[in-house]
Nanobody, 124 residues
Framework: QLQLVESGGGLVQPGGSLRLSCAASRFTLDYYTIGWFRQAPGKEREGISCISISDMRTNYADSVKGRFTISRDNTKNTVYLEMNSLKPEDTAVYYC?????????????????WGQGTQVTVSS
């Protein structure tokens, strides 16, 4: 079964940047739509970005639009989330998830495979 591993999280000051990676193993990502989600303590899991398989269509939550950029490198079987102008409210555990042949939607229940998450903390 598809396995996903996130990396790149950490502590960053407000206004700073981080790049998260989502590396897949056991299967190629060529046939999967990938989404990024986050969950802060006491809050529901929130969809923030996704990228589709065929047409590379992307989608972003309003809360991150203009600051975050999702991309994929199929040769490396990896999806990235470039996060700029980070704010304290971006603090959360960030997860990547995959759905085979699915649409690019920011709905957690649409995704079948999940990584273990990586912590992002934005604080001075």
């Amino acid at each position: 079964q598809l396995q996903l591993v996130e990396s790149g999280g950490g502590l960053v000051q407000p206004g700073g940047s981080l790049r998260l990676s989502c590396a897949a193993s056991r299967f190629t990502l060529d046939y999967y739509t990938i989404g990024w989600f986050r969950q802060a303590p006491g809050k529901e899991r929130e969809g923030i970005s996704c990228i589709s398989i065929s047409d590379m269509r992307t989608n972003y939550a309003d809360s991150v639009k203009g600051r975050f950029t999702i991309s994929r490198d199929n040769t490396k079987n990896t999806v990235y989330l470039e996060m700029n102008s980070l704010k304290p409210e971006d603090t959360a555990v960030y997860y990547c998830a995959a759905t085979q042949f699915g649409l690019c939607e920011l709905i957690p229940s649409r995704y079948n495979y999940w990584g273990q998450g990586t912590q992002v903390t934005v604080s001075s």
